[in-house]
């Protein structure tokens, strides 16, 4: 896959797919990517012939949730999902991807260096 459209000079962090029963049958797809001292940001990409593809700015992000349920857990995926100060939306969801507690431990590592790297604080937003 062309990683290009995100621009040049990024670094991919972390990359997968929509899953059923743990196989990638999907045709959404997740990215976190990096640019070099500028931003870490979540995409997304929806469908084949007709692509929506979304982004956001990790340091907006104020709350992460998991969901498992039984079947998921069997094939070790689940669902996260994203609670954030935007505009367009309050919450976004990372459906059905592989090992979601570690995918949750990662993103919410990059929350922090972003809010670290920019100095702000979870307070902000309420504002």
């Not at 029963?21 to 997304?44: A, N």
Request: with cysteine; net charge positive; aromatic share 16%.
């Amino acid at each position: 896959m062309n990683y290009k459209r995100f621009g040049s000079g990024n670094k991919l962090l972390w990359k997968d797919r929509k899953r059923w029963c743990g196989l990638p049958l999907s045709f959404t797809r997740y990215f976190l990517i990096e640019k070099p001292d500028q931003w870490v940001k979540f995409f997304s990409s929806v469908g084949l012939f007709n692509t929506v593809d979304e982004e956001l700015y990790l340091f907006r992000i104020f709350d992460i949730t998991v969901e498992q349920t039984f079947f998921n857990k069997i094939f070790n995926e689940g669902t996260i999902t994203l609670h954030v100060n935007d505009e367009s939306s309050s919450t976004i969801e990372i459906k059905r991807v592989l090992n979601p507690h570690k995918v949750k431990e990662m993103i919410a590592d990059y929350v922090e260096f972003e809010r670290r790297r920019r100095g702000m604080t979870v307070g902000e937003f309420y504002s």
